[in-house]
């Protein structure tokens, strides 16, 4: 019985800071309550209000937009570097240091720092499309271009990603590669049909990760847009954010979260049922084979 | 013949060398682009924080500030009391780091060596809760903290990590406890030691590695973290750096060099905390990865 002793701060945590409040949320999200006055219950009023929102469909679509761009790019962006650093080169640990320092920067001074150089009047983007004689953008100024231009900065992050792929990569046998080189398997063949299967677990770990993330970005959007211009990057944690503490609407705020949990959740459940058409795992086929 | 032989055999291991010097140039050209392409940023800000405000809005953009405006950094810092917000962060960060490697190996020793009903259930529903969106718990856990009298607090942002913290290091704790050797254990429980005894003295002493990884990754939280500060704190006083230099861009938003300054400030502790720690750090990460196995 020591063990739950020994656990006991998680289960005391679990239902303090999780459990109780996933439920605290579900009830929340029945009620209509701006803090000062006491709730009242509204039953699906929230939810229905919520449908009719035009602010939820923009917002939602935004964060659609964003995470459905950023995270495949984020992938491949991670991959390539990763494939870089696996090569048979030196100073590979202070590329790998190199590469990571991003994504240990507070997210706060990013913002702010991104905010300087996608600056259309000063910033270094636009000194630098005008050096090879582009014109000048307005990156997050312009409702075009806001969007792609959050999805070209969060490339920016790419270590972690990038780390657990490398880290794929060394753990796939040379004996695979010298096999297929045997069979006269050109580099691209031996990409395809080694590489990419066997680091398929951690592919779709990042996979799943990454789209858990970007379904909740909030910081860049608050710091340097505020949601703007026109509505662009009001993304979805962001209006739920205004709901909450800036108007205080603690239920439909909470019917709001509770949406964007199912959302996560569908999209979760989904891939883990097409992970098993596409992720190979190597214990799972020795177990097969006995 | 024989001399023909040997000339074939020397020209291909040319073309072998060759191509292995070639391929070396290629990989360190593209890595090198990339690096340029990752640390641009950087190198724009900490030469915009020693710029005086005319010399940040000039193009083509000057790299090398002149004159040198070394005094940009104490006027950042003094213009909103950063000495607070250093201070604040401070505490938050080593009260988290406490509080997360104490319960979570607690916690992790409760999983990797103790037997109970539901353990596997348990352990379960802890790694699901892993990939739970923080923002469905933030509302109710903000109203739990109002109703405490927490808010505005630094409670709220490290008292959750004395209560298990984030799942992850429980987990990570959990994976390197087993592989500890059962036997030294043993040795302690013959001579009668106690279970807490055991985690304290045997499991911590052994864990070092596990523990620096803890503690970067915790530290490193704490110090960037912006959305908890954001929701729980309001007074100036009470502010952390993230959110000190939020505030900032909202009052001097015309103050490139100042706010550049201030986020140079912000930035280097954690960079160079990286950098020399940088080890434990990618363990963690690869740890995380190997998760997902």
Redesign the interface.
């Known amino acids: 019985m020591w063990g739950y002793v020994f656990i006991s701060p998680w289960l005391v945590g679990f239902v303090l800071f999780t459990a109780g409040p996933m439920l605290a949320s579900i009830v929340l999200s029945l009620m209509e309550w701006e803090l000062i006055v006491p709730p009242t219950f509204v039953g699906l009023g929230n939810f229905r209000q919520l449908m009719a929102d035009r602010y939820v469909s923009i917002s939602l679509y935004n964060t659609a937009y964003y995470t459905f761009l950023s995270v495949p790019l984020h992938l491949i962006t991670a991959l390539i570097a990763a494939i870089l650093m696996n090569q048979r080169v030196r100073f590979i640990s202070y590329y790998r240091t190199l590469y990571y320092l991003p994504s240990v920067t507070p997210a706060v001074a990013s913002a702010l720092l991104w905010s300087f150089v996608f600056n259309p009047d000063y910033g270094l983007a636009n000194a630098v499309l005008q050096m090879f004689g582009l014109p000048a953008q307005g990156w997050f100024f312009d409702p075009a271009l806001a969007k792609p231009t959050f999805i070209l900065v969060s490339l920016w992050n790419l270590g972690s990603a990038m780390v657990i792929f490398l880290a794929g990569l060394q753990g796939i046998p040379d004996t695979l590669y010298e096999a297929a080189s045997i069979d006269g398997a050109n580099w691209w063949a031996k990409f395809w049909s080694i590489t990419l299967p066997m680091l398929s677990p951690v592919i779709f770990f990042n996979l799943v990760m990454g789209i858990i993330a970007s379904f909740q970005v909030f910081t860049g959007a608050y710091i340097i847009t505020n949601g703007g211009p026109a509505d662009a990057t009001l993304f979805y944690v962001l209006y739920l954010y205004r709901n909450a503490f800036q108007f205080f609407r603690m239920g439909y705020a909470s019917a709001l979260a509770w949406v964007l949990f199912l959302i996560i959740l569908v999209f979760t459940l989904l891939q883990l049922r097409l992970a098993r058409r596409w992720v190979y795992y190597e214990g799972e086929l020795r177990e097969a084979g006995r | 013949m024989l001399n023909s032989a040997v000339r074939v055999e020397r020209s291909l291991l040319l073309r072998r060398t060759v191509r292995r010097v070639v ?2 140039l290629v ?2 050209a ?2 090198l682009t ?2 340029v392409i ?5 190198a ?2 900490i030469s ?1 924080s020693l710029k005086e405000p005319g010399q ?6 000057v790299w090398i500030p002149n004159p040198v405006r070394f005094d940009n950094y104490p006027r950042a810092l003094t213009i909103l009391p950063f000495h607070l917000f250093f201070r604040n962060t401070m505490i938050v960060a080593s009260m988290e780091v406490l509080g997360t490697v ?2 979570s190996t ?2 992790g ?3 990797a060596r ?3 009903p539901g ?1 596997n259930f ?1 352990f379960v ?2 790694l699901s ?1 892993m ?14 903290f109002k109703l405490l009298g927490w808010v505005d607090t630094l409670l709220p942002l490290f008292v ?1 990590a ?4 984030s ?1 992850f290091y ?1 987990f990570l704790t959990r994976q390197f406890f087993m592989t500890i050797p059962f036997e030294i254990e043993e040795a302690a429980r013959v001579d009668g030691a106690h ?1 807490w005894r055991i ?1 304290w003295q045997i499991m911590l002493p052994l864990s070092k590695p596990l523990l620096a990884t803890i503690v970067i990754f915790t530290f ?1 939280h704490a ?2 973290d ?2 908890g500060p ?2 729980f704190l309001n007074s100036m006083d009470r502010r952390t ?3 000190g ?2 505030t900032f ?1 909202g009052l001097y938003s015309t103050e ?1 060099n100042l ?2 300054a201030a ?1 140079t400030v ?2 280097l502790p ?2 160079i905390l ?2 020399f720690c ?1 080890r434990y ?2 363990r963690g ?2 740890m ?6």
């Open positions: 391929h070396t990989v360190h593209l890595l990339g690096g990752l640390l641009a940023p950087f724009w800000l915009g940040i809005f000039v193009l083509p953009p104490l319960s607690l916690v020793y409760g999983f103790l037997r109970f353990r348990l529903l802890l809760t990939m739970l969106p923080w923002i469905v718990t933030l509302i109710p856990r903000f109203i739990l959750p004395f209560f298990g913290g799942p429980i279970y985690w490193i110090w960037n912006f959305m954001l929701v750096v993230a959110l230099l939020a861009k490139w706010m550049m986020s912000a930035t954690i960079l990286f950098f940088q750090f990618m990460i690869v995380t990865g190997l998760a997902g196995r």
